[in-house]
């Protein structure tokens, strides 16, 4: 018989996957190790309450279901990376971009950029999967340090997950919270200019120092003629990553769609016009590419679907667990608990972004750290009197938002391997992600904000 969890399992099932994780990172071994740990016992204790095995597989095929999209889109991304680096797109963003871009302030560039196709898009990881990769090969052959230019990129992509009214992530808060998401993201300029504006100078001041060193640099037409007599760098080239571009922002089509237009396209040219042979081209598709100069396999090798292999076993058992956590309602007791300590309008917001960051820590999830949050709080937003505009934009500041700075995050993972950077290299760098939870707790304490019904003149 089926029955309530009582709240210590759901410490214990908390507290061992958090130290497997955290022993997973020490020992420098695959995280999914740590989520696996997590997952086991949340079975066991799932079983031991009344789930049989049969029900709790559902809860977790329904848990990986919800991450269906994102798992092809990241297979699909490795196999894409392999063939750009083969067919001679990479090569020729990075040519290019050393004629054009040596004496540009990257850093800003990058953020600036991600910041518009994310507002576009609504979508931080098809921001960095369709952009990432330019950006990625100009650093890489500029020699410039990965750390801040991945970082500017993700403050910027992420500020469209948060703020774009064709957000999914911004959609959900507003229903959620039953609010509109145009009144959101208005009531939501109070932390968002202060802040976006101060990450713009942070990264204007960090890449003008960067400018004059590339200008300097000694090997850039070095690379040049290397990327010139290994790679056939013409437009042709380019096509693939602008097909991305276009479909996705002109035409509204899905990531995954566009991003599948993109390889069938990078395919098409490195078979008809490089002449390579299928059966070589399904090797670099599925294990990567390893070119046999070393100079170029300095600043690209990798990709295919098999160097997504950890990733997408990360992105499985997390979602799994996060099927038995759902499923469950493991978790419930200790939001009931927690929302029934709030004492006045301040700590109603200081706690609504606790929340919201330890949702995000344990359940790994974007939408889960949304849903959770607003489905316990919004009645008692209503009874402080306070608008439920002001749930909306504390929930995107504290929650949408830090996903990627958190390293076993599914959104941290990927962003780390699509831009072969650890989280916590660029997450000191990430500015306007942590910025804004910051002014998010400091914010109550200078002013709070009510939006009132005009026809019943009630807080909302």
Request: net charge positive; charged share 10%; hydrophobic share 50%.
């Amino acid at each position: 018989m089926k029955k309530t969890i009582n709240i210590k399992y759901t410490y214990l099932t908390i507290i061992i996957t958090i130290i497997a994780i955290v022993i997973t990172l020490v020992l420098n071994i695959a995280l999914y190790y740590g989520l696996l740990m997590g997952l086991l016992i949340a079975c066991m204790i799932s079983y031991k309450n009344g789930y049989s095995w049969k029900e709790i597989f559902q809860m977790i095929i329904r848990g990986i279901r919800g991450a269906l999209i994102i798992i092809v889109m990241m297979s699909l991304i490795g196999m894409l990376i392999s063939i750009w680096m083969s067919s001679g797109t990479i090569p020729t963003m990075i040519f290019y971009g050393f004629k054009y871009l040596s004496n540009t302030n990257i850093i800003l560039a990058a953020f600036l950029t991600s910041s518009a196709i994310s507002m576009v898009l609504g979508t931080a990881l098809g921001t960095i999967s369709t952009i990432g990769t330019v950006f990625l090969s100009l650093a890489l052959g500029l020699d410039l340090p990965m750390a801040p230019l991945v970082g500017a990129m993700v403050s910027g992509s992420y500020l469209g997950d948060r703020t774009s009214p064709m957000s999914s992530s911004a959609n959900l808060a507003a229903t959620i919270t039953e609010t509109n998401v145009i009144d959101n993201i208005k009531h939501m300029m109070v932390t968002t200019l202060p802040v976006f504006s101060l990450s713009a100078i942070l990264y204007w001041s960090i890449g003008n120092n960067l400018v004059s060193d590339i200008s300097s640099s000694n090997d850039v037409k070095y690379f040049q003629d290397l990327l010139l007599s290994n790679f056939n760098i013409e437009f042709i080239s380019l096509i693939p990553p602008l097909l991305i571009l276009v479909s996705a922002v002109a035409f509204r089509t899905s990531i995954v769609k566009s991003i599948t237009l993109g390889l069938i396209a990078s395919t098409f040219i490195f078979l008809v016009r490089d002449g390579a042979s299928i059966i070589d081209t399904l090797y670099i598709i599925i294990l990567g590419y390893y070119p046999d100069n070393m100079e170029i396999g300095k600043i690209m090798s990798g990709g295919g679907f098999v160097s997504m292999k950890n990733v997408l076993l990360v992105i499985s058992i997390s979602t799994g667990l996060n099927g038995i956590l759902e499923g469950t309602k493991m978790i419930t007791p200790l939001i009931k608990g927690f929302s029934n300590s709030i004492k006045n309008t301040r700590n109603l917001i200081h706690k609504t972004a606790v929340l919201c960051i330890i949702v995000c820590a344990i359940t790994c999830s974007q939408a889960l750290t949304t849903i959770i949050p607003g489905q316990y709080l919004k009645k008692i937003y209503t009874k402080f009197s306070l608008s439920r505009n002001t749930l909306a934009r504390t929930i995107s500041d504290a929650g949408i938002v830090i996903v990627p700075l958190i390293p076993w995050n599914i959104n941290a993972i990927l962003v780390s391997s699509i831009m072969k950077v650890p989280t916590s290299k660029y997450l000191p760098y990430s500015f306007l992600c942590y910025m804004l939870p910051i002014l998010t707790f400091i914010y109550p304490m200078l002013k709070y904000r009510k939006v009132f019904d005009k026809d019943s003149n009630k807080a909302i």
